[in-house]
C-alpha cells in the first residue's frame, strides 16, 4: 500500500532552517516511528513551507520526504489554495492509494480533501471547539481554522478521533469515525527514573503558556501546599509578554521561589525532564489528547491531569493517574499532595500507566491500526 502522509514541517516555524530533519512534532513522528516497522507499505510525507530547506529524501527505509515551497499569498489569506494545488500535483506524481491529513488547524487537511484521492484526516486539536473557548475574533487564526474544519470534515472519506471527545464533536458532521489515540515515540518508554530524585521534589507542567492550559490558576492552586511542604513546580512552554495572561504568569513566578519557567524545550531535554520529575501535572481547561499525558505514562511517571475533553480517555480515576477539577483550587491541591506523599500510590499508579501505554500507544501498535483504516476505506471506495 502506497500513503501519502500530509503533516507540518516546523523547522521553519522554530527557525530550524539548517537542520535537515524534518521536525513533524511528536504524534505524527511517532506514527512514523511505527509505519517504518511495517512491511508492505510505502510512505511519501508531504509538507508545504514558506522557504526552501534542505532535507533528507529518506526518513527510513519505506518513508520517503518531499518538501514543497509555496508562496506566502498562498497561504491562509487564500483559504491555502497555493498549498492544496501544489500538494495535488506533488500526489499525482506519487499516485497513492490513500491521503491521511495530520491536523485541521493548518494546511493539511483541506490538501488531503481537494487532493483526488480517498482521504482520511486526523483532528490532533478541535478547532471549532478552540475557536469558541478562546472567543475567536472573526477573520483571526481561530476563526479561520474552526471554520476550514468545518469545511473538510463532510468532505472527507473519514475522521480518526484520537479521543472520543473529538468523536463526540464531529459525530455530526464527518461520513465514518474511527478512535485511535496517538502513538508515543518508543524512546520514552525506555526512560529509567533518576535514582537519586531531586530534591526539593519537581512537579513538571508542560504546555503553552495561556489560558487554555490554565496556568495561573494551578500556581494559586498550590500555594496552600507551598506552604508546609517544600517542591519546584516547573513549566515547560512557550510564553511570550504579548499579552496579558503571560505577564500575569510571570508576575505570579516573580514572588514564588518554588515556581520555574524554563520555556520550549526540544523533545531529549523533555526526557531529561521527565527523568526528574515526582510528577506531571496537566490542569488544562480544555485539552484532547494531550502528548504530556501519554509520554509521562510512557516514561512511568504519575500524573494528575484535569478531568475535561479528551483526557478521561487516557487516564482512569484512581488506577492509572488520577484526575482533578481545574476550576477547583481544592481539587488540584489535593491531587499533587496524594502524588507526592504517598509514594506507594504514585509507585503505583505510574506502574499501571506504563502497563497500559505499551499496550494502547506503542508506535507499532498504533500504525497497524491506521493501516487496518487505510484498506477499510480503500475497500469501500474501490
Given at each position: 500500500m502506497k500513503i501519502g502522509f500530509l503533516t507540518t514541517d516546523a523547522r521553519e516555524a522554530f527557525q530550524q532552517l539548517n537542520a535537515e530533519t524534518p521536525n513533524f512534532g511528536s504524534a505524527p513522528q511517532a506514527l512514523l516511528q511505527g509505519f517504518a516497522q511495517l512491511e508492505g507499505i510505502e510512505v511519501h510525507v508531504v509538507s508545504c513551507t514558506q522557504r526552501p530547506m534542505r532535507s533528507l529524501e529518506k526518513l527510513a527505509h519505506n518513508i520517503w520526504f518531499h518538501n514543497l515551497v509555496v508562496p506566502k499569498i498562498g497561504w491562509l489569506r487564500t483559504g491555502y489554495q497555493g498549498c492544496i494545488r501544489a500538494v495535488r500535483k506533488k500526489l499525482r506524481e506519487i499516485r497513492p492509494d490513500i491521503v491521511h491529513g495530520q491536523g485541521t488547524e493548518r494546511d493539511c487537511a483541506i490538501s488531503a480533501v481537494f487532493s483526488g484521492f480517498p482521504n482520511v484526516l486526523t483532528i490532533h486539536g478541535n478547532m471549532r471547539l478552540v475557536a469558541k473557548y478562546e472567543r475567536a475574533k472573526p477573520f483571526s487564526f481561530w476563526w479561520m481554522a474552526a471554520r476550514l474544519e468545518t469545511f473538510t470534515l463532510p468532505r472527507t472519506d473519514g475522521v480518526v478521533c484520537i479521543t472520543n471527545y473529538t468523536r463526540e464533536a464531529v459525530a455530526g458532521l464527518a461520513k465514518k469515525t474511527w478512535v485511535v489515540p496517538n502513538a508515543v515515540d518508543e524512546s520514552f518508554f525506555g526512560l529509567a527514573p533518576q535514582t537519586n530524585p531531586a530534591q526539593p521534589p519537581v512537579i513538571l507542567c508542560v504546555g503553552a503558556i495561556c489560558a487554555r492550559k490554565n496556568q495561573n490558576a494551578f500556581i494559586r492552586a498550590l500555594d496552600p501546599l507551598a506552604a508546609k511542604q517544600k517542591f519546584r513546580l516547573v513549566f515547560l512552554g512557550v510564553a511570550t509578554n504579548k499579552n496579558a495572561y503571560c505577564r500575569e504568569f510571570f508576575s505570579l513566578l516573580a514572588s514564588r521561589p518554588w515556581c520555574e519557567h524554563v520555556g520550549f524545550v526540544d523533545r531529549e531535554k523533555l526526557k531529561s525532564h521527565l527523568r526528574g520529575a515526582m510528577l506531571v501535572a496537566l490542569p488544562s481547561l480544555e485539552d484532547n489528547c494531550p502528548m504530556t499525558v501519554l509520554e509521562a505514562a510512557a516514561a512511568g511517571v504519575p500524573v494528575v491531569a484535569a478531568n475535561v475533553g479528551g483526557v478521561p480517555d487516557l487516564i482512569e480515576d484512581g488506577k492509572n493517574g488520577?484526575?482533578?477539577?481545574?476550576?477547583?483550587?481544592?481539587?488540584?491541591?489535593?491531587?499533587?499532595?496524594?502524588?507526592?506523599?504517598?509514594?506507594?500510590?504514585?509507585?503505583?499508579?505510574?506502574?499501571?500507566?506504563?502497563?497500559?501505554?505499551?499496550?494502547?500507544?506503542?508506535?507499532?501498535?498504533?500504525?497497524?491500526?491506521?493501516?487496518?483504516?487505510?484498506?477499510?476505506?480503500?475497500?469501500?471506495?474501490?
Open positions: 488520577l484526575l482533578c477539577d481545574p476550576l477547583n483550587a481544592a481539587s488540584m491541591g489535593s491531587g499533587v499532595q496524594k502524588l507526592l506523599t504517598q509514594m506507594e500510590l504514585a509507585r503505583a499508579l505510574a506502574a499501571e500507566a506504563n502497563r497500559r501505554a505499551k499496550e494502547r500507544f506503542h508506535p507499532t501498535t498504533v500504525a497497524r491500526r491506521h493501516l487496518e483504516i487505510y484498506r477499510e476505506v480503500t475497500g469501500s471506495t474501490g
